[in-house]
């Protein structure tokens, strides 16, 4: 199976704000950065379209679709922060909980959140069902800085605490073979 996977363009979240789940707004050209998007992978033909269905995945997976399905799949959301979303890091840094999240980020969750190994458990379910459901197929995948990292992560057997050393641009294309 070929993986093509994007993650999403830069949105107008304010520096510094959790946004995980949330839906902040996105710039004012998305529309013609979507479609720059769309044009650099005009020459791939997918077999399979699969997004976040947060906004900020689904309207670039629309643009990129023309009349194939979007198949919306959770598991490629971003990583729920709970009771942190639509904070300030610096304001989360002060909460009672910050200190035990941040030493443990991979097993301690925000309060009424996930832990990023919860994430990675999604992903990897999601990767298992693509591979039986697409073993000879080309899928394009859009999705987040987490779930993506998970990805990789999971791909190239890392220890989840090396997930992280991986950078994932906002708009970045990249090809994984399964």
Same mark, same amino acid.
């Given at each position: 199976?070929?993986?093509?996977?994007?993650?999403?363009?830069?949105?107008?979240?304010?520096?510094?704000?959790?946004?995980?789940?949330?839906?902040?707004?996105?710039?004012?050209?998305?529309?013609?950065?979507?479609?720059?998007?769309?044009?650099?992978?005009?020459?791939?033909?997918?077999?399979?379209?699969?997004?976040?269905?947060?906004? %900020?995945?689904?309207? $670039?997976?629309?643009?990129?679709? @023309?009349?194939?399905?979007? #198949? /919306?799949?959770?598991?490629?959301?971003?990583?729920?922060?709970?009771?942190?979303?639509?904070?300030?890091?610096?304001?989360?840094?002060?909460?009672?909980?910050?200190?035990?999240?941040?030493?443990?980020?991979?097993?301690?969750?925000?309060?009424?959140?996930?832990?990023?190994?919860?994430?990675?458990?999604?992903?990897?379910?999601?990767?298992?069902?693509?591979?039986?459901?697409?073993? %000879?197929?080309?899928? $394009?995948?859009?999705?987040?800085? @987490?779930?993506?990292?998970? #990805? /990789?992560?999971?791909?190239?057997?890392?220890?989840?605490?090396?997930?992280?050393?991986?950078?994932?641009?906002?708009?970045?294309?990249?090809?994984?073979?399964?």
């Amino acid at each position: 199976m070929q993986l093509i996977i994007l993650r999403h363009i830069q949105t107008q979240a304010a520096e510094g704000l959790c946004y995980g789940q949330s839906e902040p707004p996105l710039p004012d050209d998305y529309g013609r950065k979507h479609r720059q998007l769309a044009l650099a992978l005009q020459k791939h033909k997918f077999d399979a379209i699969y997004s976040s269905p947060l906004s %900020r995945c689904a309207l $670039l997976a629309q643009a990129i679709s @023309g009349k194939h399905e979007v #198949i /919306y799949d959770k598991r490629l959301m971003e990583l729920n922060f709970g009771d942190w979303e639509g904070l300030n890091w610096n304001d989360i840094e002060q909460c009672p909980e910050a200190g035990a999240f941040f030493d443990d980020y991979l097993n301690c969750a925000p309060p009424g959140g996930e832990s990023f190994m919860q994430l990675i458990e999604r992903a990897e379910s999601f990767l298992m069902e693509i591979k039986n459901k697409h073993p %000879r197929h080309r899928i $394009l995948v859009v999705s987040h800085g @987490g779930p993506i990292r998970a #990805i /990789y992560g999971l791909v190239e057997k890392l220890k989840p605490e090396d997930y992280f050393k991986r950078q994932v641009p906002f708009g970045q294309i990249a090809q994984i073979l399964l």
